[in-house]
């Protein structure tokens, strides 16, 4: 039902692979975002893209990549991940200046990294 | 930047009993909103509120925002099973979420 996509549902990685998690909408937003969400605990902000451009990195770590090819996708790219990154990757949109309408979130990517 | 704090972190209730949740800024908030994340899905926006004092109805669920807009609040009337999950508020500008009330409902 989300108008948020996001691929794949699951992943399992080892530490050495290079992955990348997908992102799509069509709703016209001009802001997307990467959040990850461990167990039990609130969304933390990674990435935000604002027409295309990255306006905020939360001093994540390199080996999380952000790309925004156009102004409907946005990719995580992964490299060298560890254990501890496992978690639930949610991307969400927005359309600055909408404020009535807040931030819609795709189902979300649960990976586990091994 | 902001932080929002937010109680409790569980609740559970009764069917039919009440709930509240809370969240409190340090600073301004120049507005908030408020999500519901069930268990395994992903977080779906409910509301925004921007003004001093505002409160909004939605069936069951009611919010306000302080009059200092400092703070705000949920309120479930009569939970239902279908009420279950976790509520979060997020300051818009900040886009960053409080840790989130749990409730648990008992038919």
């Given at each position: 039902?989300t108008?948020?996509?996001q691929?794949?549902?699951?992943?399992?990685m080892?530490?050495?692979?290079?992955?990348?998690?997908?992102?799509?909408q069509?709703?016209?937003?001009?802001a997307?975002y990467?959040?990850?969400q461990?167990?039990?605990?609130p969304?933390?902000?990674?990435?935000?893209?604002?027409?295309?451009?990255l306006?905020?990195?939360?001093s994540?770590?390199?080996?999380?990549?952000p790309?925004?090819?156009?102004?409907s996708?946005?990719?995580?790219?992964l490299?060298?991940l560890?254990?501890?990154?496992?978690?639930l990757?949610?991307?969400?949109?927005?359309q600055p200046?909408?404020?009535?309408y807040g931030?819609?979130?795709?189902?979300?990517?649960?990976?586990?990294?091994? | 930047?902001?932080?929002?704090?937010q109680?409790?972190?569980?609740q559970?209730?009764?069917?039919g009993?009440?709930?509240?949740t809370?969240?409190?800024?340090?600073?301004?908030?120049?507005n908030?909103?408020?999500?519901?994340?069930?268990?395994?899905?992903?977080p779906?926006?409910?509301?925004?509120?921007?003004?001093?004092?505002?409160?909004?109805?939605?069936k069951?669920?009611?919010?306000?925002?302080?009059?200092?807009?400092k703070?705000?609040?949920?309120?479930?009337?009569?939970?239902?099973?279908?009420?279950v999950?976790?509520?979060?508020?997020?300051?818009?500008?900040?886009?960053?979420?409080?840790?989130?009330?749990?409730?648990?409902?008992?038919?």
């Open positions: 039902d108008e948020v996509t691929t794949p549902k699951h992943l399992v080892g530490m050495t692979n290079k992955k990348s998690l997908k992102c799509e069509h709703m016209g937003h001009r997307m990467w959040y990850k461990k167990a039990k605990k969304p933390e902000l990674m990435f935000v893209y604002s027409y295309e451009k306006s905020i990195n939360e994540v770590p390199s080996r999380f990549s790309e925004c090819p156009n102004s996708l946005l990719n995580l790219h490299h060298a560890q254990p501890e990154d496992s978690a990757y949610l991307c969400a949109s927005s200046g909408q404020v009535d931030y819609t979130f795709g189902s979300g990517t649960r990976l586990t990294v091994v | 930047g902001q932080q929002v704090m109680i409790p972190q569980y559970h209730v009764q069917e009993e009440d709930f509240t809370y969240c409190n800024s340090s600073t301004t908030l120049s908030i909103q408020w999500y519901k994340q069930r268990p395994g899905g992903h779906v926006f409910l509301i925004q509120l921007v003004k001093s004092g505002e409160v909004k109805k939605q069951r669920l009611t919010f306000q925002f302080g009059e200092a807009k703070n705000s609040s949920l309120h479930i009337t009569a939970t239902q099973t279908t009420d999950g976790t509520y979060f508020c997020a300051g818009y500008n900040d886009m960053r979420f409080g840790a989130g009330t749990r409730l648990t409902v008992k038919p």
